[in-house]
């Protein structure tokens, strides 16, 4: 059982930068391919960006492609989401996910943090 805690979620105005962290425990974490997700207000949740076991293959949405860089620190067992030129349209209510296939079908979740983008 792998829990898993976002943090770093907060208002900020368009074209700043927020990093959100995701602290995991109770599991093998480096075995573990890592997500992120976001859902927005009346809308289903969406895949943002993905990070393999090692960190050497990463993945993105292509509406945050070049804004958004994921990576991870297996030695902290946490994942993190590096987001620049924010865009009013990246509020949302953002998810860390873990699992061992990278269509997170069966994964861990945790509770979410948000992040409002004001224009």
């Known amino acids: 059982q792998v829990q898993l805690v976002e943090s770093g979620g907060g208002l900020v105005q368009a074209g700043g930068s927020l990093r959100l962290s995701c602290a995991a425990s109770g599991g093998s974490f480096s075995r573990y391919v890592l997500g992120w997700f976001r859902q927005a207000p009346g809308k289903e949740r969406e895949f943002v960006a993905g990070?393999?076991?090692?960190?050497?293959?990463?993945y993105y949405a292509d509406s945050v492609k070049g804004r958004f860089t994921i990576s991870r620190d297996n030695a902290k067992n946490t994942v993190y989401l590096q987001m620049y030129n924010l865009e009013p349209e990246d509020t949302a209510v953002y998810y860390c996910a873990a699992d061992h296939m990278s269509n997170f079908k069966n994964g861990y979740w945790g509770q979410g943090t948000q992040v409002t983008v004001s224009s």
């Open positions: 990070i393999s076991e090692s960190g050497g293959r990463t």
